[in-house]
């Protein structure tokens, strides 16, 4: 079955991660530009961040026959410092140019906090002028009021919902963005979030419209192969195979083609892979040969 993989920092993953993502039918990957752990003290860091979202980045999973698309945004957990959030926004607004960026995020709230709504408001505001969809992070403080905020900015800046992709859903947020014409999306995690199991019971339960699941594999304790894992839980369930790969290709590419710069066609040239080929001369081989 073809995936595509929604929400993961590949920035934070290994040539032996995209490697294995191949092998388990991974063939495009939507990477939101986020926080890296550790705060940035320089808006100069954020544009080398950015440069190798839309540089480095998409040659590396090519070098493994996946497709890597970005959305451009200021997270909020750094939006609160005011050494680099300002700058950053500038640089957004440039970059949600650039070749593969699909949308604006993610965005959204972290701890709730003035300088967060403004940041998260000016980017709404910027995805609606440049005709782009927006991806919310949802705080993993305060889960369900931060949904109900989003959803309150979402009707206050006139954004169309259904260029909304609310993230990090769990069984206590769904029912309130299945109230709107929002998609939502829901984080497989090895301990936390949710898992494969509680996955099936959610589209048990609200089916599997405007749906998506994604890993959010970073930096911390992840797993890049979470998706094809609950497509295992699916099927195990008796989920039909329609279904399934409507959460895990249709799904997730019918959202993003509204940005208009991807569309199902671009997994259908059968490109092969040339490991000779460079990014500003570096390679994925590190002195082996091809």
Same mark, same amino acid.
């Given at each position: 079955m073809r995936i595509f993989e929604p929400h993961i920092h590949m920035f934070s993953r290994t040539t032996d991660d995209y490697e294995r993502m191949a092998l388990a039918g991974i063939k495009g990957v939507l990477e939101p530009a986020f926080w890296l752990g550790q705060p940035r003290t320089t808006v100069?860091? /954020?544009?080398?961040?950015?440069?190798?979202?839309? #540089?480095?980045?998409? &040659? +590396?999973?090519?070098? /493994? #026959?996946?497709?890597?698309?970005?959305?451009?945004g200021l997270n909020p957990k750094e939006a609160n410092d005011d050494r680099v959030n300002d700058g950053a926004l500038a640089?957004?607004? $440039?970059?949600?140019?650039? $070749?593969?960026?699909?949308?604006? #995020?993610?965005? #959204? /709230?972290?701890?709730?906090? $003035?300088?967060? $709504? +403004?940041? /998260?408001?000016t980017?709404? =505001?910027?995805?609606?002028?440049?005709?782009?969809?927006?991806?919310?992070?949802?705080?993993?403080?305060?889960?369900?009021?931060? @949904?109900?905020?989003?959803? =309150?900015? @979402?009707?206050?800046?006139?954004?169309?919902p259904s260029h909304v992709l609310m993230d990090h859903n769990n069984e206590e947020t769904i029912a309130l963005v299945k109230e709107t014409d929002c998609w939502a999306g829901f984080s497989i995690y090895p301990n936390t979030k949710m898992d494969p199991d509680r996955m099936v019971e959610v589209f048990r339960r609200w089916g599997t419209d405007?749906?998506?699941?994604n890993s959010a594999a970073d930096w911390g304790v992840s797993d890049p192969l979470l998706v094809p894992k609950t497509v295992m839980a699916m099927r195990?369930?008796?989920?039909? =195979?329609? =279904?399934?790969?409507?959460?895990?290709?249709?799904?997730?590419?019918? &959202? &993003?083609?509204?940005s208009g710069r991807i569309a199902f066609s671009d997994f259908e040239d059968g490109e092969g892979i040339d490991r000779r080929q460079v990014h500003e001369g570096n390679s994925v081989l590190r002195g082996q040969k091809p």
């Open positions: 100069g860091a /954020f544009k080398d961040y950015y440069d190798t979202l839309v #540089g480095w980045e998409r &040659f +590396r999973a090519k070098q /493994f #026959g996946i497709r890597h698309y970005c959305t451009m640089l957004v607004r $440039e970059y949600v140019h650039h $070749e593969g960026v699909l949308g604006v #995020g993610e965005i #959204g /709230f972290d701890d709730m906090t $003035e300088r967060e $709504e +403004r940041v /998260f408001r980017q709404i =505001e910027l995805a609606i002028e440049v005709k782009l969809p927006i991806l919310i992070h949802t705080s993993h403080r305060d889960k369900k009021g931060s @949904v109900v905020r989003s959803l =309150e900015l @979402v009707k206050e800046t006139g954004i169309d405007k749906m998506l699941i195990k369930a008796g989920m039909e =195979e329609d =279904e399934i790969e409507k959460v895990v290709w249709r799904n997730p590419i019918t &959202f &993003f083609a509204q």
